[in-house]
């Protein structure tokens, strides 16, 4: 999606310059020619317009996309949340999505007349820079608060509620530690920091999982970088029972993993195609490799669409669901007042409390 908006603004900037040229070659003795210090502010006036409009409309319109789970939910969303503190969160949150689209083009007008009257006083760079910066200080003054108010009232009302139907826990400020993170990745990590912590047991399993971000500042002699390493959802379960063997469960896209072992190979093709196995004993790691749960790892990947990275060692299991975003917040663009999208939250945990359930009972991958 990135590369065709990069390719559209692109031809776009060259149309608007040709447009021009042409406009002045039916003037000017037969010569295609391009004033570039008189015409450049409008040109990047067009140009930064437009592309903060295809940017906005973007970020807009693509709805989150709610985890699959493989476990049945036979749940009613109307037993969890209370009707009336659902019909005025919606109402917020139409409120708030009129306000972020007001914002959006107030932004745009004002970001566009600042970048084109740079341009025209300094330069294109100045005039693209300083239009950028003018975008994003109108934006988020018009919209910090009430986005923050939303999501604090979508917190307390509809996620406490939810985890409170699993016999959950939820802190907004917790999280999961950096130890847990170097379990199962190996990387250089100068800053962390997580928050939505849920935790509470699940079959006699102590469970907890929250959002987290580990972050590598890299410096040279030109500038210093900020590079995330991992942002999601990190999970962590404690089964008070030891395994066998020690297993990691490696997606094929994800970099800076530990992977100890031996390769061990799966039966289940899907599986194979998008993780590596490696574990300290062959045989046990398919006992707890089964079919389903293989599935439910399947169905988490696609339900989250990212991947998912899994560390079965001594007590524990181990997950990290790296979604290059913040976790448990509300979509803006999906009606709260839809039984599914309340359900799509709900399956959120379902997801990982089944997986725990899966583990639990599969007493061939425990030692007695």
């Known amino acids: ?23 002045v070659y039916s003037q000017n003795a037969a010569r295609f020619i391009f004033d570039f210090d008189k015409y450049m502010p409008q040109v990047v006036l067009i140009f930064f317009i437009i592309a903060l409009i295809i940017k906005s409309l973007i970020s807009l319109f693509k709805p989150k996309k709610k985890p ?35 914002a959006t083009f107030i932004s745009i007008g004002v970001a566009g007349c600042i970048a ?58 917790g999280s999961l530690g950096i130890n847990d993170f170097f379990e199962i990745y190996d990387c250089e990590v100068d800053e962390y920091y997580g928050e939505d912590l849920i935790s509470g047991e699940v079959e006699g399993v102590n469970v907890k999982f929250s959002d987290f971000c580990a972050i590598d500042i890299v410096k040279t002699q030109k500038n210093t970088r900020r590079i995330t390493r991992f942002e999601g959802i990190l999970f962590a379960a404690d089964f008070n029972k030891r395994l066998n063997s020690v297993t990691y469960i490696c997606h094929k896209d994800s970099s800076y993993l530990i992977k100890d072992g031996e390769r061990a190979k799966m039966d289940n093709v899907e599986f194979e195609r998008f993780y590596d196995v490696y574990t300290s004993d062959q045989i046990n790691a398919r006992y707890a490799l089964t079919p389903n749960l293989m599935q439910q790892i399947l169905a988490l990947q696609a339900g989250f669409d990212c991947p998912v990275n899994i560390v079965l060692s001594k007590s524990k299991i181990l997950m990290a669901i790296d979604k290059r975003e913040n976790s448990f917040e509300p979509d803006l663009n999906v009606p709260l007042t839809n039984n599914g999208a309340i359900r799509g939250y709900i399956a959120e945990i379902a997801s990982f409390v089944a997986i725990v359930k899966e583990l639990n009972l599969n007493r061939k991958i425990w030692k007695i």
């Not at 209370?82 to 969160?89: K, R």
């Not at 760079?125 to 950028?132: D, K, N, P, R, S």
């Open 1 to 23: 999606m990135l590369k065709k908006v990069l390719i559209l603004l692109f031809l776009i900037f060259v149309a608007t310059i040709a447009t021009i040229s042409m406009a």
């Open 68 to 102: 699959q789970t493989a476990v049945n939910l036979d749940i009613d969303a109307a037993n969890i949340i209370n009707d009336a503190e659902l019909a005025a969160l919606e109402k917020q949150r139409q409120e708030l999505n009129k306000l972020i689209k007001k």
């Open 116 to 173: 084109a009257a740079m341009s025209n006083f300094f330069d294109m760079f100045w005039g693209i820079a300083c239009g950028f910066m003018a975008y994003g200080l109108v934006y988020a003054v018009m919209t910090s608060a009430k986005m923050r108010e939303f999501s604090s009232n979508f917190k307390t009302k509809i996620t406490k509620s939810i985890v409170r139907d699993f016999g959950l826990s939820y802190n907004e400020k």
